[in-house]
């Protein structure tokens, strides 16, 4: 990893996002590695949609190319699960020597054919993944704003903000 700003991330990050997609659409999204694979850094998950359930993030695989990272990234458990409208997992990246944070995820139809994705992460105790999940490391990416507007642009016109 590269050096970070010396600023601090907010240690609870909310990002709101109104998508053109179905709850369900969304929820597929965010939870199937197929989807996963198709926006933000391109890495796939597994989870084992069932509280107490397994949590998996893997490198993507320029991530591998580049020896960026192993091939398990992001460890975590299930806590809540109700589809397509609210998932809470713990997230832990695993190059940071920090506790596992909390993730939510909450979907609700707005109008129109329009959903909103609420997206609560508690980073409290775990200043380096929060500047990560903020994009304040140089050279790491966009963070959750950038995999958040590729999700979104992915859903609403079938293509990637990447190509």
Do not use: C
Not at 46 to 67: I, Q, W
Not at 80 to 93: A, N, S, Y
């Amino acid at each position: 990893m590269t050096e970070s700003n010396t600023q601090a991330a907010p240690e609870i990050q909310i990002y709101r996002i109104y998508i053109r997609a179905t709850p369900e659409a969304i929820w597929n999204a965010i939870t199937s590695r197929e989807w996963a694979e198709r926006y933000g850094y391109r890495a796939p998950v597994e989870y084992d949609l069932r509280p107490g359930g397994k949590f998996t993030g893997y490198a993507s695989e320029a991530m591998m190319e580049h020896g960026d990272a192993p091939g398990v990234i992001i460890e975590g458990e299930v806590l809540e699960v109700d589809p397509p409208r609210r998932l809470v997992q713990t997230w832990k990246v695993l190059w940071f020597d920090e506790p596992a944070t909390t993730l939510t995820y909450e979907i609700d139809d707005d109008e129109e054919g329009v959903s909103r994705l609420t997206v609560t992460h508690d980073l409290t105790g775990a200043p380096q993944t929060a500047l990560q999940t903020a994009g304040m490391i140089d050279g790491a990416g966009g963070g959750w704003s950038q995999v958040f507007s590729d999700l979104k642009t992915l859903l609403e016109t079938s293509n990637s903000l990447y190509g």
